[in-house]
């Protein structure tokens, strides 16, 4: 966290599901579920097998799936209605091998990545969705209890939609017919989350009948889910590091943070899930389908932010370290930055070394950094977000399969509408008097540890209004979508030919506006009427700074009522309402997309005991895009006008892309259990719209020791391309366990990151964010996953289990020049494992699992932070990091299942660093929850 105007990016219960490392291609766990891909044919089941259910049916299915597919999927599957109970589809999805996720704001796991990238295409039941205007979908949206089960592609097949480097997540809804006859299940559980020490209410439910009539048997389901969540996610920091020769007096010698502070994520959200489907076998060989699903999202929360501005105040009581070395500064003590051209490329001397910016001074200074300080008669400030932010998503889809003879064909046509707005209201208020006294210790645990002695922010006496920020955002997409497939059935070495083509009308608008002053700074907010003695709180705290006790803050109910917003606009003289949407900070885009594939699957024995198989084929896609916004430019200055304003300049792109996508892969299957197989892909990832736009958004600063932020896009994005080679070695024994390694390599082309630099806006500094292209990196590694209960043992015994996976991802950007050469690629964990016990048998239920991901870096920090002398990369590092969950569950009658469950319970946090570890950033609490809930079906 480096101001208030940034906002961290990174509850979850237990699943009580078996998520398993299955390396399938069509994991379809129901029958006759249309799909972007072939169905496997099921495994046959004997009349006189047993029947069974809970965590063995979850890994016997699994292992089925894994073991009889062709592609490299990993799997989760439901053993019953409404058991993927984790809160949300991405903390179910932390399960699989290879998938790494992050802690959001409101503390729900969100933003899973698969094997170290997040550019993942999602599908439901084999359809493109995406949330706003954005290529993914915010995967938190949908409840885990709609699931059936959900599969993480990580190789591509021709018969898969292209546009995920990363893979494909294709997320699995019950359907009618998945049911023997009529079906009725519920569950009910209440979650407590310990930072909030609330009970929040979860509800989900589905009703499902089939019924034979005269034109055939149909089917309809209908599935609901409402929860109400209540969120506390308090967060320390410290903002950049700065030379203290040219800051407060005490000072000189040492490099200190230029504030610290903290945020509050406070607040409630509610999700409401409805999806309806309808099955009709029309005639023999025919079935008809209808879907809908509706998602919504609604947010009231606030971001409280506490600011101390330490290097306004003198320093005294200094301890350094005795880590000192040389650093590059400027006459103001930051990191001077380095220059650049006009297409953004660093400038860099004969030798090959950057330039530096030597419009403010250059020199290098012997510096150690500081073990704790007081910082004496400083300013400081409160802010507050208020932020109301709505979700919905609309899909509607209907198709017809028919499948007779050597043929099958199946069409299928859908629209999607998904709209988002977020709207933000934001009041600072701040210190009048500048007489704060603060304690700090800038490195405790990994994070600020640090208090206000005399006249702090927790103190309610004289606080004055300061700036006042707004930010209203509307997004809207919108996609219709046509496909036709067809498999033809052969008597041959080659088993079948399949072929397909699709289209995808896409369009995307994004409209946004600010606006904000700082006319009625320093008013004093006693002396304002309207605002009354509830219109300032105390937030609950962070536990690293004033031992807890929270700060003044305005009231985030009181700063979304629209009555008090237009009388705050008055008083500083903005007009009645939001503003306007603004050209430079919206968009609109349209994007039509052509696809076409044909595929083969072969089977040719090799021996009495031995069997090869697998497919090859190829899909042919052309994209065609339109993006239409406008940004500020700065005309070429002149003598004449040598510090020319910007100037408001409409903005077209119109781009065709077409893509080859080449697939093969090859499986031996030998007797007794040992498969290998081998798997080649290409794929593509389309840049999305937000980082093509070229507008720009940022906010002002009025604190001078505070570089103010913002963020804009790129429209020279070209698309991501990757080549993925995996190779596998499987061995399954008994009923569901399974021992298996997986190797895999993965060569993209033009990778999507995002990095912070220094740009100069009228005359003032930000520290803008924007995307760009890397060119080549490298990603490879290996996985080993491993189940199995111990059937073998007696008694009670046999009811216990283990399941593990570890991943390694060994990642490498490759471009030569490029200012991330030889690092690892953004936001990839090197290491990634799970490691669990189970218990299945009597009717109890109970699992443990700890869920790990090494060190990665989240941000390319290219703001004024110092760094050492020849060093101008700086990364904000994400320490090591690992959560314990644990579940257990009794089935107390035939279909009555009561349930215990907890998440992080070792109550692990988020800590970063600016690229030292002598110099800490965030330390987020993330939250734990524990939940008790009753399960029914009839």
């Not at 040992?674 to 990832?685: D, E, G, V």
Request: charged share 20%.
């Amino acid at each position: 966290m480096i101001s208030k105007f940034g906002v961290m990016s990174s509850v979850s219960l237990l699943a009580v599901l078996v998520s398993t490392p299955a390396l399938a291609a069509d994991a379809m766990a129901q029958q006759d579920q249309e799909q972007a891909v072939a169905p496997v044919q099921a495994p046959e089941n004997d009349s006189a097998d047993i029947i069974v259910t809970g965590f063995r049916a979850s890994l016997s299915k699994a292992a089925d799936i894994k073991r009889e597919s062709l592609n490299v999927v990993d799997s989760i599957v439901a053993d019953d209605i409404g058991k993927l109970p984790d809160r949300t589809v991405a903390a179910a999805l932390q399960r699989v091998p290879g998938v790494q996720v992050t802690v959001g704001d409101n503390n729900e796991i969100v933003n899973p990545i698969v094997r170290g990238l997040p550019d993942i295409l999602t599908t439901l039941d084999g359809r493109e969705i995406f949330t706003g205007v954005g290529r993914g979908f915010s995967y938190q949206d949908l409840p885990a209890e709609a699931l059936a089960g959900a599969d993480v592609y990580k190789s591509t097949s021709a018969d898969l939609i292209e546009g995920g480097v990363a893979g494909v997540i294709n997320l699995r809804l019950h359907k009618p017919f998945d049911f023997k006859g009529f079906t009725l299940a519920a569950n009910v559980r209440g979650v407590y989350t310990a930072n909030t020490e609330k009970v929040n209410p979860l509800f989900g439910m589905l009703v499902s009948s089939r019924f034979d009539t005269g034109l055939g048997e149909m089917g309809l389901l209908a599935n609901l889910s409402y929860s109400h969540n209540r969120f506390d996610r308090p967060v320390a920091f410290n903002c950049d590091f700065r030379s203290g020769t040219q800051g407060p007096a005490g000072a000189a010698g040492i490099i200190a943070p230029t504030c610290v502070g903290g945020v509050q994520q406070e607040g409630e959200y509610d999700r409401k899930q409805a999806n309806v489907a309808y099955q009709w076998k029309a005639a023999l060989g025919l079935e008809i389908y209808v879907n809908g699903l509706y998602t919504a999202y609604r947010n009231k929360s606030a971001s409280y932010f506490q600011i101390d501005d330490v290097f306004g105040g003198a320093f005294s009581n200094v301890v350094p370290t005795d880590k000192c070395q040389d650093y590059v500064v400027n006459n103001a003590g930051f990191f001077p930055g380095v220059r650049r051209g006009p297409n953004g490329a660093v400038l860099t001397n004969p030798d090959g070394s950057p330039q530096y910016d030597t419009s403010n001074g250059l020199q290098v200074q012997n510096l150690c950094t500081v073990k704790s300080f007081t910082s004496t008669g400083h300013g400081g400030f409160t802010s507050t977000q208020a932020h109301y932010d709505r979700t919905r998503v609309y899909i509607v889809s209907g198709g017809a399969k028919y499948d007779a003879g050597p043929l099958s064909l199946s069409t299928d046509i859908s629209y999607q509408q998904s709209r988002v707005r977020n709207q933000n209201f934001i009041l600072d208020i701040f210190k009048a008097g500048n007489g704060i006294t603060t304690d700090v210790a800038t490195n405790v645990g990994g994070g600020v540890v640090y208090n206000d002695t005399l006249n702090g922010l927790g103190d309610p006496a004289n606080f004055a209004l300061s700036p006042l920020n707004q930010d209203n955002i509307r997004d809207r997409g919108k996609e219709f979508a046509a496909k036709a497939d067809g498999v033809y059935r052969l008597d041959t070495f080659i088993d079948n030919i399949q072929f397909g083509v699709r289209y995808a009308n896409h369009t995307a608008t994004h409209e946004q506006s600010l606006g904000g002053t700082n006319s009625a700074g320093g008013t004093l907010i006693t002396n304002v009427p309207f605002l009354g003695a509830d219109f300032l709180r105390r937030t609950s705290g962070t536990p690293s700074i004033n031992n807890g006790v929270g700060v003044i803050v305005p009231d985030q109910d009181a700063l979304r009522d629209p009555a008090i917003q237009d009388q705050l606009r008055a008083l500083y003289g903005l007009s009645a309402g939001f503003p306007d949407y603004t050209p430079d900070r919206s968009f609109s885009a349209g994007e039509k997309t052509y696809s076409a594939y044909l595929q083969a699957e072969y089977k040719i024995p090799v021996s009495d005991t031995i069997m090869l198989d697998g497919q090859f084929g190829g899909r042919f896609t052309r994209t065609e895009r339109q993006i239409a916004g406008a940004s500020f430019v700065t005309p070429a200055a002149t003598p004449a006008v040598p510090r020319p304003l910007p100037v408001l300049t409409p903005f077209s792109a119109d781009t065709t892309d077409d893509n080859f996508l080449p697939s093969a892969s090859a499986r031996l299957k030998f007797d007794g259990g040992l498969q290998a197989r081998f798997n080649y892909s290409r794929a593509i990832a389309r840049p999305s719209f937000g980082d093509l736009n070229p507008g720009l958004s940022y906010l002002i600063s009025t604190n001078s020791l505070i570089l103010p932020a913002g963020s804009g896009g790129n429209p020279n994005l070209r698309p991501q391309k990757s080549d993925s080679y995996d190779a596998t070695l499987e061995y399954y024994f008994s009923g569901n366990g399974f021992i298996a390694i997986g190797a895999y390599y993965k060569d993209i082309q033009d990778r999507v990151i995002s990095q912070s630099q220094v740009e100069t806006i009228d005359g003032f500094d930000y520290n803008i964010t924007r995307p760009r292209n890397v060119g080549a990196v490298t990603l490879k590694g290996i996985e080993l996953s491993a189940q199995t209960f111990f059937d073998f043992l007696p008694g009670a015994w046999s009811g216990f289990g283990v399941f593990g996976n570890f991943t390694l991802a060994d990642s490498q950007v490759k471009t030569p020049g490029d200012a991330l050469f030889g690092q690892d690629i953004q936001g990839v964990s090197k290491y990634n494992y799970n490691v669990g016990g189970l218990y299945d048998r009597n009717g109890l239920t109970a699992r443990v699992v700890y869920t790990y991901r090494s060190g990665y870096y989240d941000q390319n920090y290219g703001g004024t932070n110092v760094r050492p002398a020849g060093e101008t990369l700086i990364l904000n590092q994400v320490r090591p990091n690992g959560r314990l969950d644990a579940s257990i569950g009794y089935e107390i009658r035939k279909g009555v299942t009561v349930s215990l469950d907890g998440t992080n319970l070792t109550r692990a946090k988020y800590r970063s660093y600016y690229g030292d570890s002598a110099l800490p950033r965030d330390k987020r609490f993330d939250d734990a929850s524990y939940s008790l809930g009753v399960a029914f079906r009839f």
